[in-house]
């Protein structure tokens, strides 16, 4: 079975980088552009990870992460925070507020598959996530 990765973002230039970087790699990929919509798919889809934008419109990232890990279903689903500004306390702000992961932008096309790969490894194994 595929893993899928719901990818969070509202630049479609940003997207389609994320969406080239991992096509190759026999995921699932799903697609949301806003909050609301990263909230309704993660719930009918399920993903086994979450690539999330923190800065989206009608909720934010942070945001839509919280409300996730309110939920059992998202409490070990891996989550990347993904930020263009990345500010002193920014990282800590993210992984605290339920991120596992923290990606700058410009994302780093060679590192976030190996990142991804790991991640998921760790989850299918049962073991809690290493914070990145």
Not at 8 to 21: A, F, G, Y
Not at 48 to 53: A, N, Q, S, T
Request: aromatic share 4%; charged share 30%.
């Amino acid at each position: 079975m595929q893993e899928k990765i719901l990818i969070v973002e509202d630049n479609p230039q940003n997207m389609k980088l994320i969406e080239m970087t991992l096509r190759g790699k026999g995921y699932t990929l799903l697609k949301a552009a806003d909050g609301e919509e990263a909230l309704d798919m993660a719930m009918r889809e399920q993903p086994d990870l979450i690539i999330m934008d923190m800065q989206l419109p009608k909720l934010n990232g942070l945001e839509v992460t919280k409300r996730l890990r309110k939920t059992s279903a998202f409490s070990h689903t891996p989550i990347i925070a993904l930020t263009a500004y990345a500010m002193k306390g920014d990282e800590e702000k993210f992984i605290n507020g339920g991120c596992d992961a923290y990606v700058s932008k410009p994302i780093n096309t060679r590192e976030l598959p190996g990142m991804i790969a790991e991640m998921l490894r760790q989850r299918q194994k049962g073991n809690p996530l290493d914070k990145w």
